[in-house]
């Protein structure tokens, strides 16, 4: 597991203060991996997902430090996201 990975599932579980969501998301990180964040928490892992997004390693850390705004990640072309976009907006919620 790389250390994106590793950082960034941490952080998503604290931001989810041990729990989980109603739903499934997947970040992919390009170039390290993925994170599965559903009922059980955010962990490595890569399968199906509701919703997957999708961006390079230097924007979900600045996505993660607060450093950007997921809507204007997203409006930037810095953020791809397919599926259910209302997962996508929940993810928005806890990092912003």
Do not use: H, W, Y
């Not at 997902?49 to 993660?64: E, I, M, P, R």
């Amino acid at each position: 597991m790389s250390d994106a990975i590793a950082a960034a599932a941490a952080a998503l579980n604290e931001r989810l203060g041990g729990g989980g969501i109603d739903g499934s998301i997947k970040l992919v990180i390009e170039d390290e991996g993925s994170v599965l964040i559903d009922a059980a928490g955010a962990r490595a892992a890569d399968g199906e997902a509701d919703c997957t997004l999708t961006a390079s390693a230097d924007t979900f850390k600045a996505l993660l430090d607060g450093e950007l705004d997921p809507t204007g990640a997203f409006m930037g072309g810095r953020l791809a996201v397919q599926g259910d976009m209302g997962l996508a907006m929940k993810l928005a919620s806890l990092l912003g």
